[in-house]
């Protein structure tokens, strides 16, 4: 309770919207992320801002690190994408868990944060930051793991196999032999 009167004290007359140019990326195949730079004006988190977090496409193994001035600084314990909307779990020493939630839009990127654990679940309420500068979520397509998806055309819903032969050999290598497509 006290670290989220804190939270909020420490963004109190933050009302405005957060707008950012926006960047929406095509999917990749290699996995989610969400990178990004600026600057924020809210007490404690003003000064540089930086995102850099990373994880396969289903969410799996997080990492890389949100720095928020001192108000929370952390590393990546939770990245969930879903389209152009991220849901991150930065693990601060100040706060413990906080959930940031971007929403990457071609008219404006949104940045917010509270504390608890906001990923893979969001939050029921977030504060907005106020911050100025680009940040890219990528939401990165879920490959086969199963030869199974491959079979019938499925190969071609994922967009990165050459044929059928190729989708079976990821699958049967583990990921082993990448895509050829």
Same mark, same amino acid.
């Given at each position: 309770?006290?670290?989220?009167m804190?939270?909020i004290l420490?963004?109190a +007359?933050?009302?405005?919207?957060i !707008?950012?140019p926006?960047?929406?990326?095509?999917?990749a195949? $290699? +996995?989610d =992320?969400? @990178?990004?730079?600026? !600057?924020s004006?809210?007490?404690?988190?003003? #000064?540089?801002?930086?995102?850099d977090?990373?994880?396969?496409p289903?969410g799996?193994?997080p *990492?890389g690190q949100v720095?928020?001035? @001192?108000?929370f600084?952390?590393p990546? *314990?939770?990245? =969930?994408v &879903?389209? &152009?909307?991220?849901?991150? *779990?930065?693990?601060?020493?100040?706060?413990g868990?906080?959930?940031?939630?971007?929403?990457?839009?071609? *008219?404006?990127?949104t940045l917010? /944060?509270?504390? +608890?654990? $906001?990923c893979?679940t969001p939050l029921?309420?977030?504060?907005?930051l106020?911050?100025s500068g680009?940040l890219?979520?990528?939401? #990165?397509?879920?490959l086969p793991? =199963?030869?199974?998806?491959?079979k019938k055309?499925g190969?071609? @819903?994922?967009?990165v196999?050459?044929?059928? /032969?190729?989708c079976?050999s990821?699958?049967? !290598?583990?990921g082993k &032999? @990448?895509?050829a497509g």
């Amino acid at each position: 309770m006290f670290r989220r009167m804190l939270f909020i004290l420490a963004l109190a +007359g933050v009302g405005a919207a957060i !707008t950012l140019p926006g960047v929406s990326s095509a999917q990749a195949p $290699g +996995g989610d =992320s969400v @990178t990004g730079s600026g !600057t924020s004006s809210v007490p404690g988190c003003d #000064g540089s801002v930086q995102v850099d977090a990373h994880s396969g496409p289903n969410g799996e193994n997080p *990492t890389g690190q949100v720095d928020c001035g @001192t108000l929370f600084s952390g590393p990546v *314990t939770c990245l =969930s994408v &879903n389209g &152009n909307v991220a849901l991150l *779990t930065v693990q601060s020493s100040l706060f413990g868990a906080v959930g940031v939630r971007i929403t990457d839009l071609p *008219t404006g990127d949104t940045l917010e /944060g509270f504390p +608890g654990d $906001g990923c893979p679940t969001p939050l029921t309420f977030y504060t907005e930051l106020q911050f100025s500068g680009n940040l890219v979520v990528v939401d #990165g397509r879920a490959l086969p793991t =199963s030869k199974d998806e491959c079979k019938k055309g499925g190969w071609q @819903t994922f967009g990165v196999f050459k044929n059928q /032969g190729d989708c079976v050999s990821f699958v049967a !290598t583990g990921g082993k &032999n @990448t895509p050829a497509g």
